[in-house]
């Protein structure tokens, strides 16, 4: 999102053929409970492990033996997918302002996922309504990000890449998946107006901050 008044987001166009799919990533979900969804043990409220339910489409909590114990080969037949802790950038890609305009985003942020079920990737982002798909066309996708090392390493419904475009220049991260859905949230929650408003921006502001506070190298992963 833009400091600048330019609008941040026109009106979402029609639902893709695959929002019914997500439609419980796409919609807004309750406070989270206090306890892991799998073994009802307390967790903290406001920081938690997440699984990716991949027959659900959802996010669940989850406490730390839990997430663990589904990162392991062959736990629950596969079903759940811990969401890992990992932030990467690459300052060795750059996107101009041709190539954002060639994803036809409306907005100044966008995040990307890969949907393994249905072997495609899903481009949202963040609107007062909660997270908008946008119709994105694989040779795009290709010519854009595709041949990125971010995008190599991207694993399937549990990481995305999440994309901001500001004064002139453009972000890219690889981040969990649930930090995208959490800044939907707040986003949603803080919007005013017809551009967001002086609180949305400002929250904007220190969410992309801790990103990349957090985010390394991808040359530095490997690293201690």
């Known amino acids: 999102m833009s400091a600048s008044p330019t ?5 979402p166009g029609p639902a893709s053929r695959a929002a019914g799919g997500l439609r419980r990533f ?3 979900r309750p406070p989270r409970p206090e306890r892991c969804e799998l073994c009802a043990a307390p967790v903290p409220e406001a920081d938690h492990r997440h699984l990716v339910d991949i027959e659900q489409r959802a996010l669940v909590c989850a406490c730390t033996a839990c997430a663990l114990l589904m990162e392991q080969p062959g736990a629950a037949a596969g079903r759940f997918r811990a969401v890992p802790d990992r932030y990467l950038t690459d300052p060795e890609h ?3 302002d041709s ?22 990737l899903v481009a949202l982002y963040p609107s007062p309504a909660g997270a908008t798909e946008s119709e994105l066309e694989p040779a795009v996708w290709t010519a854009v990000l595709g041949d ?10 549990v990481e995305a890449l999440l994309l901001r475009r500001t004064e002139g220049r453009c972000e890219c991260y690889l981040v969990p998946v649930d930090i995208c859905y959490e800044l939907v949230g707040r986003m949603r929650l803080l919007w005013q107006g017809f551009d967001g408003g002086a609180e949305a921006r400002s929250a904007l502001d220190a969410f992309f901050a801790h990103v990349a506070k957090r985010a390394r190298a991808v040359g530095e992963a490997g690293r201690s």
Do not use: M, Y
């Open 7 to 11: 609008p941040l987001v026109r009106p």
């Open 26 to 28: 796409l919609t807004e």
């Open 94 to 96: 750059r996107l101009d």
């Open 99 to 120: 190539a954002w305009d060639s994803l036809q985003i409306p907005v100044g942020v966008a995040f990307f996922f890969r949907n393994a079920a249905l072997d495609r």
């Open 148 to 157: 990125s090392r971010l995008a190599a390493l991207l694993e399937p419904d």
